[in-house]
């Protein structure tokens, strides 16, 4: 298992919330980590991602100025904070090992899908 992904649930428009991904210590010699998401029927999309050199982030611009990608220094345990949540945010979310540029985004570099983890489920509704 390489990521562990927490934090989900229900909240109403507005709100926030913060994920959590613990990451196998295998996975932080990738160029980068990044958070996905997947709504029902559609293709994971990538949310933000992080280099695990420099610290240098990407975000979408579908949740620029919302989302914060952080991780603890002191674990291997890398964050995204949501805030001002839309219910256009409701997916399960998942951490990967990836790469990014602002040609192409955040892109997952999971050869198939089975390297997903369980992911979190987020929903955004009132």
């Known amino acids: 298992v390489q990521f562990v992904e927490s934090g989900g649930g229900l909240v109403q428009p507005g709100g926030s919330l913060r994920l959590s991904c613990e990451a196998s210590e295998s996975t932080l010699h990738a160029y980068a980590i990044g958070w996905f998401r997947q709504a029902p029927g559609k293709d994971y999309e990538g949310v933000s991602c992080?280099?695990?050199?420099?610290?240098?982030?990407f975000y979408a611009d579908s949740v620029k100025g919302r989302f914060t990608i952080s991780k603890d220094n002191t674990k291997s345990t890398f964050y995204l904070q949501m805030n001002d949540l839309k219910p256009d945010d409701t997916a399960t979310y998942y951490c990967?090992?990836?790469?990014?540029?602002?040609?192409?985004?955040?892109?997952?570099?999971?050869?198939?899908?089975?390297?997903w983890g369980q992911g979190t489920r987020v929903t955004v509704s009132s």
């Open positions: 992080a280099a695990t050199a420099d610290g240098t982030k």
């Open positions: 990967s090992t990836a790469y990014f540029n602002d040609a192409y985004g955040c892109i997952s570099t999971f050869l198939t899908d089975d390297y």
